[in-house]
């Protein structure tokens, strides 16, 4: 079983929302650090989000403030990431990720756990 499975992905519309989802299992999520990244295609992974355990504040990257949210749900082990107002530059492949440290948040530790990812296609 893999430890985190993303879901939620598929052709969006631009201007629409859709909501992705991350279920975690076999670890205790509320002491692990939650980013959602994405690769768009022809390009390199990217950092969209990282949310610190504990009650830090979410790092979100300066292309969705504003229009992306983070959630989670420490006791259902749920990680969101609400989509809004989406253009077809967030496109790509959505992937979460945890990290048993907050120092993933800023690049000094690396995540410990990646789900497969899931499809995005913004697109009318």
């Known amino acids: 079983q893999l430890p985190l499975v993303e879901s939620g992905g598929g052709l969006v519309r631009p201007g629409e929302s859709v909501r992705l989802s991350c279920a975690g299992s076999g670890f205790t999520s509320s002491v692990y650090a939650i980013g959602w990244f994405r690769r768009a295609p022809g390009k390199e992974r990217e950092r969209v989000s990282c949310?610190?355990?504990?009650?830090?504040?979410?790092y979100l990257d300066d292309s969705v403030k504003g229009r992306f949210t983070v959630s989670r749900d420490n006791a259902k082990n749920m990680f969101y990431l609400q989509m809004d107002r989406v253009t077809p530059e967030d496109t790509g492949v959505y992937y979460c990720?945890?990290?048993?440290?907050?120092?993933?948040?800023?690049?000094?530790?690396?995540?410990?756990?990646w789900g497969p990812g899931t499809q995005v296609t913004v697109s009318s």
């Open positions: 949310t610190p355990f504990g009650g830090g504040i979410t």
């Open positions: 990720a945890a990290g048993r440290s907050n120092r993933v948040c800023d690049g000094r530790e690396i995540f410990d756990m």
